[in-house]
């Protein structure tokens, strides 16, 4: 069985963006690059909520015609236009993005068969508001944050208004930016 794991870049205050939306706090460079890299390759299918999957479908795309861009632009580009793609959102009716999948209403169910389809793990990429609803509807299995040396004060969390979440260790590592991963699953 599939798990969902969300990955989500946090402050050490727990804000997965600044008060404006912003990301611009996180430390991304060669070595939280190769990291994504590494996490990209146990991902089945890319999970987004609304806003996170407009931003990535105005720029993935671009990038496989971009004859400047990265080699790991390139080959993200690549793989997002042919992995399937999940997209929770209340509100759109429709995505046109190739191989995307929009879940609308009935999301435990929806989720709960895409779990117990086979293959490698379903992975929320940011989204904090729909992670945040699959948080609520108890659906997510683990939790990989790489938790930057940054305190914003203010912002969008996750895990505002959650209740109690006991979570057990699996792994972490320091990364030389001062980022902290850690794998996480729910304490059963």
């Known amino acids: 069985m599939r798990k969902l794991v969300l990955f989500m870049h946090v402050s050490l205050d727990g804000y997965a963006s ?3 939306g912003g990301l611009d706090w996180i430390p991304y460079n060669e070595e939280l690059e190769k990291y994504a890299e590494e996490v990209v ?9 609304r806003t996170t999957y407009r931003m990535m479908e105005s720029y993935w795309p671009t990038q496989l015609d971009n004859p400047n861009a990265s080699r790991h632009d390139m080959e993200h580009a690549k793989w997002l236009q042919d992995v399937k793609k999940i997209v929770i959102s209340g509100t759109m009716d429709k995505v046109e993005w190739n191989n995307t999948m929009l879940i609308k209403d009935n999301i435990a169910e929806e989720i709960k068969v895409l779990k117990e389809q086979p293959g490698k793990n379903l992975v929320i990429f ?6 945040k609803t699959l948080l609520k509807l108890g ?3 683990e939790f990989l944050l790489t938790i930057c040396p940054v305190v914003l004060g203010g912002g969008k969390s996750v895990f505002d208004g959650s209740e109690k979440i006991r979570l057990k260790l699996l792994s972490s590592r320091t990364l030389k930016s001062g980022i ?7 304490e059963k």
């Open 18 to 20: 600044d008060s404006n």
């Open 41 to 49: 390759a146990d991902v089945g299918a890319p999970v987004y909520g």
């Open 180 to 186: 902290i991963t850690a794998r996480y699953e729910l």
């Open 139 to 141: 659906l997510i299995d």
């Open 126 to 131: 940011g989204s904090p508001g729909a992670a």
